[in-house]
């Protein structure tokens, strides 16, 4: 038996308490959502546990979650089935945040109280957010597995301390008891929670259950039973034909928790030797962590319907991280970890047709939605591009999905491939292109001037991954990519017939003006030679064939090599 205790919330926790109550009260109702996510979290998890050992679900065969209202005590109370805590695990849980990524929530913060509360979920911060509508909050819980006398009850009033002590609970699971303010208690109140939950509980895959009433003589009266608030049953398992477009929209919300709409999505089920279920989303919005390559978690994996992790990397390629979703296998077994994922040919077939299912979504969204497909460029273009290196497979879908800045549209990335090779002139072979530090600045390379004249488009790539992007592009449909700031460049048929011989002239003529400029910049150059590729400057600086790029040698040099 162990006491009382009085302990002191993390310094961010104080931090994040404060924010919660003082610029969220806008959006007090998301109070509801993160607990009831807590809730059903902790069902999954239960739910995996019970896998190993079946007599965790003896208690309660069919976890739920159920919601509580009591106008007398002024309590709103959160219920569920799930895994519950220890002692331990509520005080590090519920008074410290244990996530990475603290700092960046604080820095993220705008101070538009709609966009921070979005940020809430993202940081897994949810549980404090009952300090919004509550003066004070108490936690009762029983790990699952543990006897009935050793469940831990918690209490604050979200201030700065915390109260642990012992106590009982008849079944595994935890409760959540808020004690609303007095300003918030029109929240007290069943039909109130009824319509907010409504609105977006449809997708979680627990039944979610209230009180139900009666209506006796005019007046509402308490049955005594419970009814099921919404369908219990996993979204991306039914029928695409009884999904509707906002149930859609709040699933992704709830897996994501990106509170603004997917840009699309793609819902299949593949059957055949390896049967699986897929829901895959294009966010709208990028996510803080988006250039971290080593936080992949945006696709769960379901077995069966129950879940098995969040964080399985090997779901997705990492140039697709950006995808939100769930896979739901029916081959892998379901005490699969991640050691046996590894090397699992099952998860292999799943991702490989997964990917595709990726880009086929985002070949539709070019083809239907232009403009939706630049907004989507414009977020993760340069995260797809790392699938050149990445996915040698699928190489030319993901050509086809790349846009480039090009002479011919006037700054903007909506050159495509396909669109240049339509434009190339009678004689022209190659994809030209000049690379700067920027799209901008490769537009103000003199050794584009030939090519205006000829009007010949060139794209303009910029910066270090494009560089990179590069050495991967080296034939697009049997056209090979030429740098137009290499070396001796050759126009092949565009060319006119009688430049060879004139460079040949100008070469003899001015060897004297040549030989000073050599003696001159001595061992500083390889070359100097006449050139016929200006039209209006005088002189310019090009590479040797073989030579590497120079914002390449940058890189390179940044990245310590
Ligand atoms: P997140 O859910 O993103 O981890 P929260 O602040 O919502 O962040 O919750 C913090 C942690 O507290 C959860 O990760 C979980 O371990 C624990 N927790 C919260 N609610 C419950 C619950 N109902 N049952 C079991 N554990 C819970
Ligand atoms: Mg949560």
Redesign the pocket.
């Known amino acids: 038996e162990q006491k009382k205790e009085t302990l002191g919330f993390q310094t961010e926790v104080k931090q994040m308490l404060h924010l919660m109550v003082h610029s969220l009260y806008s959006n007090r109702e998301i109070f509801l959502r ?1 607990l009831i ?3 059903s ?2 069902i999954d998890k239960l739910k995996f546990e019970a896998i190993k050992k079946p007599e965790l679900l003896s208690q309660d065969p069919h976890p739920s979650i159920r919601i509580g209202v009591d106008e007398t005590a002024q309590t709103i109370t959160i219920s ?1 089935d ?4 220890t002692r331990e ?1 509520v005080i590090s ?2 008074g410290t945040i244990a ?1 990475s990524g603290t700092k960046e929530f604080f820095a993220n913060l705008s101070g538009d109280q709609k966009k921070d509360a979005q940020l809430i979920g993202q940081f ?5 957010s009952s300090f919004i509508v509550a003066d004070k909050v108490t936690v009762v ?1 029983r790990k699952a597995g543990d006897p009935a006398d050793s469940a831990t009850l918690w209490e604050s009033n979200g201030e700065g301390e915390f109260t642990v002590e012992n106590t009982k609970r008849d079944h595994f699971g ?1 409760d ?1 008891i808020l004690h609303i303010k007095s300003e918030d208690r029109d929240l007290v109140s069943k039909f109130r929670l009824r319509n907010i939950l409504t609105k977006y509980s449809d997708h979680i895959s627990t039944p979610i259950l209230m009180g139900k009433d009666e209506y006796k003589d005019d007046k509402v009266v308490d049955t005594g039973e419970w009814e099921a608030i919404n369908q219990g049953a996993a979204l991306w398992a039914r029928p695409k034909s009884e999904i509707t477009e906002d149930q859609y929209k709040e699933f992704y919300h709830h897996v994501s928790h990106d509170p603004s709409d997917p840009l699309t999505w793609t819902h299949n089920k593949v059957e055949g030797k390896n049967e699986y279920i897929q829901l895959l989303y294009v966010p709208s919005a990028a996510p803080f962590d988006l250039w971290d390559r080593e936080h992949v978690n945006g696709v769960k994996l379901y077995v069966k319907r129950v879940f098995i992790m969040d964080d399985a990397s090997q779901l997705m390629p990492k140039y697709l991280r950006f995808i939100r979703g769930v896979i739901d296998s029916e081959d892998l077994p379901l005490n699969v970890s991640r050691e046996i994922l590894q090397q699992s040919r099952d998860l292999k077939t799943i991702r490989d047709g997964s990917t595709k299912r990726v880009l086929s979504m985002l070949e539709d969204l070019a083809a239907s939605r232009a403009a939706d497909y630049d907004k989507f460029w414009a977020l993760f273009g340069n995260v797809l591009k790392e699938g050149m290196g990445e996915d040698p497979a699928n190489r030319e879908r993901i050509q086809k999905l790349l846009r480039f800045v090009s002479t011919a549209t006037e700054g903007k990335q909506t050159a495509t491939l396909e669109g240049y090779l339509a434009r190339m002139k009678t004689g022209q072979n190659s994809i030209y292109y000049v690379t700067g530090d920027t799209p901008e600045a490769a537009a103000k390379s003199p050794l584009l001037e030939l090519f205006k004249k000829k009007d010949v488009e060139v794209l303009l790539m910029g910066g270090p991954i494009d560089e990179w992007l590069m050495q991967f592009m080296t034939e697009f449909e049997g056209k090979s990519f030429v740098n137009i700031s290499k070396g001796d460049l050759d126009l092949g048929d565009l060319s006119d017939k009688n430049e060879k011989e004139e460079k040949e002239k100008l070469q003899v003529e001015f060897k004297p003006l040549i030989d000073k400029f050599k003696e001159a910049l001595g061992s500083s150059v390889q070359d100097v030679r006449m050139t016929l590729r200006l039209t209006d400057s005088p002189a310019c600086i090009v590479n040797d064939e073989n030579a590497l790029n120079p914002a390449f040698v940058r890189m390179m040099k940044m990245a310590g090599q």
């Open positions: 993160e996510s807590n809730a979290d902790a569920d799930g895994i519950g805590m695990e849980h519920l996530k897994g911060v949810g549980f404090y819980t935890t959540v």
